[in-house]
């Protein structure tokens, strides 16, 4: 069974650093990957999706890579900002999702 | 863009009541999903779907049912409330078995006292 685990569980940055975002799979036979963003009490928002034949994505100040070999992905964060403090979760699957259970970001003025 | 609705926010229930939480997408999209997420455990698939009148047990399907009569709306039942169905439960949809981008409603946090 496919087990998906992200590290760290929770992160605090000062505003403007690059940061870097971990998560790791068992089973590499994946289709896609997607990187989630989770505000306090709120539902989930996409923000990148790499298809297995990928390595990366790119959207603004993100980039989301895979490695399948490995069974890693990373979402790189640059120039932080308070407004990217939320919970981010890694999600992996064929049909259906397996989750991470996320790490907490929190980045201060 | 994409818009996942779901019925409540926050519901409080009876220990014993049956419970619908109703889920509607305006995307026609032929997948639909229910997860829970509790803290420390994450997101747990409960059930799914990926068509009309079709459904599939995801990881954690005890103790709830299913129904999907039309496409755009997707319904979760409890068909006998307990305290440990206390949860914040999400619904998501997405376009294709191939694409599978999810998009999520805002969530419903139900109490069961």
């Known amino acids: 069974k496919q087990e998906v685990t992200q590290i760290p569980a929770a992160l605090s940055v000062p505003e403007g650093e690059n940061l870097v975002l971990n998560c790791s799979f068992t089973d590499s036979a994946i289709y896609n990957l997607q990187w989630f963003r989770q505000d306090p009490g709120k539902g989930l928002t996409s923000l990148l999706l790499?298809?297995?034949?990928?390595r990366e994505q790119t959207s603004g100040r993100l980039n989301a890579s895979l490695d399948k070999s490995s069974g890693r992905s990373t979402l790189y964060i640059a120039a932080s900002q308070p407004g990217d403090s939320a919970t981010y979760l890694c999600?992996?699957?064929?049909?259906?999702?397996?989750f991470g259970k996320g790490t907490m970001l929190l980045v201060s003025p | 863009d994409v818009k996942v609705t779901q019925s409540s926010r926050y519901l409080v229930k009876r220990t014993g009541e049956k419970v619908f939480l109703e889920c509607v997408q305006d995307m026609d999209h032929e997948n639909m999903f229910w997860y829970r997420q509790d803290p420390g455990l994450g997101l747990r698939l409960i059930y799914f779907?990926?068509?009309?009148?079709?459904?599939e047990k995801g990881d954690i399907p005890e103790g709830y049912s299913v129904s999907r009569e039309k496409k755009e709306r997707f319904s979760l039942i409890l068909e006998s409330a307990s305290t440990n169905q206390t949860s914040m439960y999400l619904c998501?949809?997405?376009?294709?078995?191939?694409?599978?981008?999810?998009?999520f409603g805002p969530g419903t946090r139900l109490l069961v006292l």
């Open positions: 999600a992996v699957g064929f049909r259906t999702l397996t």
């Open positions: 790499i298809q297995s034949s990928q």
């Open positions: 779907s990926y068509d009309v009148k079709m459904k």
């Open positions: 998501a949809s997405s376009a294709t078995r191939e694409e599978e981008t999810q998009y």
